[in-house]
């Protein structure tokens, strides 16, 4: 299994706090790597060393990024915002 080192945040802007790598995840391994705002995105999905791209600020409204994410061969966690419904990602 390989370990999912490198971290990208995207930051949604959706008032939510920002995200931070607890002391833990970071004694892990854990690298967080680059920050971007969503309207940057694409910098993000086109570095090969991040292995997981955080959405910070999540809504449904952005339920494209999450396939574009995917798309770009990278792991997707959603944090701080609305987590979208099973329909949807059909």
Known sequence: ???LTNIGVIECGHSTPSF???PV???NGFHLKKVAAM???QSIM???SIH???ISGYTNNDLGLVSEILQSG???RIMDGEIP???HLL
Do not use: A, F, I, W
């Open 52 to 54: 997981l791209v955080v």
């Open 74 to 76: 990278k792991h997707v």
């Open 25 to 27: 995840s970071r004694r």
């Open 85 to 87: 419904e099973p329909k």
């Open 1 to 3: 299994m390989n370990t």
């Open 20 to 22: 931070q790598l607890d």
């Open 46 to 48: 086109d570095d090969g």
């Open 39 to 41: 309207e940057d995105n």
